[in-house]
T-cell receptor, first 111, second 115 residues
Framework: QKEVEQDPGPLSVPEGAIVSLNCTYS??????FMWYRQYSRKGPELLMY????GNKEDGRFTAQVDKSSKYISLFIRDSQPSDSATYLC???????????FGQGTRLTINP | EAQVTQNPRYLITVTGKKLTVTCSQN?????MSWYRQDPGLGLRQIYY???????DKGDVPEGYKVSRKEKRNFPLILESPSPNQTSLYFC??????????????FGPGTRLTVT
């Protein structure tokens, strides 16, 4: 079983839709939870970062962490074609020397 | 501009021909790491470095070497490339004192094909 599982998609939705991206994990030691966005032919860039259960909002993006269920989500409201990218969840432990990434979900927002 | 640069961006080579992919960052980051990205497998860590002259294996180190002689540079060396090393490679760095658990800044990637 992989430490982090993410539905690879692809996911295609119309512009303006609410998008939900999800990851589950098995290691209860994870303390930090991140979402990276990766545009085609680019490196990943950090989108959201949180270390506690609950919701964190940044504009149209909301990151949700449920440590009891070992489940994290990224919600995108009023999705735009410019949101089309691959989204990777990542998790880390303080003092550890790596992040563990999900497989990535390819998202397309259709105008 | 703060950035991580990689060269080359694209490389096609033949089995057994030694190659080096360079990585450089201008943010004075202590932590640097190499990943490979393959379909269905996500990003997997190859090697990482906590500082100059300090390197260690990640999850998939076989067939790769690294060195860290200067803080800004972290080259990835394939002594004898094989077709199973065909992949998209990313270098990343992280802020001083934060290690790997904080934000990592990624380079643009190097697409390597080994025939």
């Amino acid at each position: 079983q992989k430490e982090v599982e993410q539905d690879p998609g692809p996911l295609s939705v119309p512009e303006g839709a609410i998008v939900s991206l999800n990851c589950t994990y098995s290691n209860s030691a994870f303390q930090y939870f991140m979402w990276y966005r990766q545009y085609s032919r680019k490196g990943p860039e950090l989108l959201m970062y949180t270390y506690s259960s609950g919701n964190k909002e940044d504009g149209r993006f909301t990151a949700q962490v449920d440590k009891s269920s070992k489940y994290i989500s990224l919600f995108i409201r009023d999705s735009q074609p410019s949101d089309s990218a691959t989204y990777l969840c990542a998790m880390g432990i303080q003092g550890a020397q790596k992040l563990v990434f999900g497989q990535g979900t390819r998202l397309t927002i259709n105008p | 501009e703060a950035q991580v640069t990689q060269n080359p961006r694209y490389l096609i080579t033949v089995t057994g021909k030694k190659l080096t992919v360079t990585c450089s960052q201008n943010m004075n980051h202590e932590y640097m790491s190499w990943y490979r990205q393959d379909p269905g497998l996500g990003l997997r860590q190859i090697y990482y470095s906590m500082n100059v002259e300090v390197t260690d294996k990640g999850d998939v180190p076989e067939g790769y070497k690294v060195s860290r002689k200067e803080k800004r540079n972290f080259p990835l060396i394939l002594e004898s490339p094989s077709p199973n090393q065909t992949s998209l490679y990313f270098c990343a760095s992280s802020a001083p004192g934060q290690g790997a658990s904080y934000e990592q800044y990624f380079g643009p990637g190097t697409r390597l094909t080994v025939t």
